[in-house]
């Protein structure tokens, strides 16, 4: 009793100077809880005879666990898991699959991959438990007809947490030809060996598709950020296709890579490629207190999810607008001095992408103007992607000491591609 009368005393004296919530105390003969709250930890616990589920608060994130229990701080951020990107290559009576992998954020990891297969677009799917792989042969196909296929992120307890876009495929024999049109003529031969990418990335964004870190393609996407590219004329075997989007400030996106195994006379398709949005913020140093302003460019009319790293990690979300522009007026005040860094992603209708690349700014003692986004590096950047690093090495190494190497990796002219040019690349190092 004399607990119950001073809990009331201290709810009377909290109410005049912050809000307090609080729930009534129950019980069984098994546990007592009591006046769970909503804090600033909490998590779950659990035993032999209940489970308990408290309120999280979105000042704390991340995860705890012991033998006994596991704490996932920040309800409102979990579970987060970007959306796989499916790829489906042709084959004879069977169909090569392979996707990105689903990335969880804050602890929650995918488990396993589930792969449905339906003869028709939508499903229902026949689901299959692949195990934790990114490839997989569907064999037993029926060629000429038409497949589509899904893939499911699986979480520890083997339910759905993600679901990728739909891809489709039609397995031919080798060598097939299509019938002869009419009653006579020659037979057309089937299409070409290609691989086929859509997505979404901006409004009128420059799309750029590379093929093992040369530049095979690109196109516009539409109005509404859609985008499919196409490269044809390949031979079967083994490529890394890359590809990145650039918004309307000329700011590029990450380089978001698909190693493909293609088939001669089939056709690849990449279905629901999610370019992460762009972003840049106004100021390279914001005193502490004021507002830093971070904006960027995404799909039209998506969430868009800001994250701000401290010794906290802060989530903040906005809107884009019908021109895929988006910004956030972002309050230091909880930021502690020093270095941070920004990063973002969109949700639009379901689909998650990853987060994009990271900006930096500084919280200090005054506001500094940001400067206009540098441009990509002019030497040593290979692969175009605004960085210079292991990627890029590992194409020099190719390289290396063979005869007439392509002007781009011969960076002092000297006819071969040496320790001199390596050297060189280290300077424009970015990592």
Same mark, same amino acid.
């Given at each position: 009793?004399?607990?119950?009368?001073?809990?009331?005393?201290? #709810?009377?004296?909290?109410?005049?100077?912050?809000?307090?919530?609080?729930?009534?105390?129950?019980?069984?003969?098994?546990?007592?809880?009591?006046?769970p709250?909503?804090?600033?930890?909490g998590?779950k616990a659990?035993?032999?005879?209940?489970?308990?589920?408290?309120g999280?608060?979105?000042?704390?994130?991340?995860?705890s666990s012991?033998?006994?229990f596991?704490?996932?701080?920040?309800?409102?951020?979990?579970?987060?898991v970007?959306t796989? #990107?499916?790829s489906?290559?042709?084959?004879?009576?069977?169909a090569?699959?392979?996707?990105?992998?689903?990335?969880?954020?804050?602890?929650?990891n995918?488990?396993?991959?589930?792969?449905?297969k339906?003869?028709?677009s939508?499903g229902p799917?026949?689901?299959?438990?692949?195990?934790n792989?990114l490839?997989?042969?569907?064999?037993g196909?029926?060629?000429?007809?038409l497949?589509?296929?899904?893939?499911?992120?699986? =979480?520890?307890?083997g339910?759905?947490?993600?679901?990728?876009?739909?891809?489709?495929?039609?397995?031919?024999?080798?060598?097939?030809?299509?019938?002869?049109?009419?009653?006579?003529?020659?037979?057309?031969?089937?299409?070409?060996?290609?691989v086929?990418?859509?997505?979404?990335?901006?409004?009128?964004?420059?799309?750029?598709?590379?093929? =093992?870190?040369?530049?095979?393609?690109?196109?516009i996407?539409?109005?509404n950020?859609?985008?499919?590219?196409?490269?044809?004329?390949?031979?079967?075997?083994?490529?890394?296709?890359s590809?990145?989007?650039?918004?309307?400030?000329?700011?590029?996106?990450?380089?978001?890579?698909?190693?493909i195994?293609?088939?001669?006379?089939?056709v690849?398709?990449?279905?629901?490629?999610l370019?992460?949005?762009?972003?840049?913020?106004?100021?390279s140093?914001?005193k502490?207190?004021?507002?830093?302003?971070?904006?960027?460019?995404?799909?039209?009319?998506?969430?868009?999810t800001?994250?701000?790293?401290?010794?906290k990690?802060?989530?903040?979300?906005?809107?884009?607008?019908?021109?895929?522009?988006?910004?956030?007026?972002f309050?230091?005040?909880?930021?502690s001095?020093?270095?941070?860094?920004?990063?973002?992603?969109?949700?639009?209708?379901g689909?998650?992408?990853?987060f994009?690349?990271?900006v =930096?700014?500084?919280?200090?003692?005054k506001n500094?103007?940001?400067?206009?986004?540098?441009?990509c590096?002019?030497?040593?950047?290979?692969?175009?992607?605004?960085?210079?690093?292991?990627?890029?090495v590992s194409?020099?190494?190719?390289?290396?000491?063979?005869?007439?190497?392509?002007?781009?990796?011969d960076?002092?002219?000297?006819g071969?591609?040496?320790?001199? =040019?390596?050297?060189?690349?280290?300077?424009?190092?970015?990592?």
């Open positions: 009793m004399v607990k119950k009368q001073l809990l009331l005393v201290l #709810v009377l004296f909290g109410s005049l100077i912050a809000t307090v919530v609080l729930a009534q105390e129950f019980s069984s003969s098994n546990f007592v809880n009591s006046n709250v909503v804090t600033m930890g998590g659990t035993s032999t005879n209940f489970q308990l589920f408290s999280l608060s979105q000042v704390v994130i991340g995860e012991s033998s006994a596991a704490s996932y701080a920040g309800f409102f951020y979990f579970p987060f970007s796989p #990107v499916i489906a290559t042709a084959g004879d009576g069977q090569s699959l392979s996707w990105t992998s689903a990335v969880g954020e804050l602890g929650y995918i488990s396993a991959y589930a792969v449905g339906s003869t028709n939508g799917y026949s689901f299959t438990n692949v195990g792989t490839t997989n042969t569907a064999t196909l029926t060629n000429g007809t497949y589509y296929f899904v893939v499911r992120g699986l =979480d520890f307890l339910d759905s947490v993600v679901t990728s876009s739909e891809v489709s495929v039609t397995p031919v024999s080798s060598g097939s030809v299509t019938p002869p049109i009419g009653g006579g003529g020659t037979p057309l031969p089937v299409p070409g060996t290609k086929i990418f859509s997505g979404l990335a901006y409004p009128n964004a420059k799309i750029t598709l590379l093929k =093992d870190a040369q530049l095979a393609a690109t196109t996407a539409n109005a950020a859609s985008f499919q590219i196409t490269v044809s004329g390949l031979s079967g075997g083994t490529y890394i296709f590809i990145y989007g650039e918004d309307n400030k000329g700011v590029r996106s990450p380089l978001l890579n698909f190693p195994d293609t088939t001669i006379n089939a690849s398709t990449v279905n629901g490629v370019i992460p949005p762009t972003i840049s913020v106004d100021k140093e914001v502490k207190g004021d507002d830093i302003i971070i904006f960027g460019q995404s799909v039209p009319r998506a969430e868009v800001i994250a701000v790293s401290s010794e990690e802060f989530f903040v979300k906005t809107f884009s607008g019908n021109d895929g522009n988006y910004f956030y007026n309050d230091t005040t909880p930021l001095l020093g270095q941070h860094f920004a990063k973002s992603k969109f949700d639009f209708n689909q998650i992408s990853a994009g690349k990271l =930096d700014f500084l919280v200090g003692t500094i103007e940001a400067e206009p986004t540098p441009t590096p002019i030497g040593a950047d290979l692969n175009k992607d605004c960085r210079v690093n292991l990627i890029d194409i020099l190494i190719y390289w290396f000491d063979k005869s007439n190497p392509p002007a781009k990796v960076f002092d002219g000297s071969k591609t040496d320790l001199v =040019d390596l050297s060189i690349m280290a300077y424009y190092w970015t990592g």
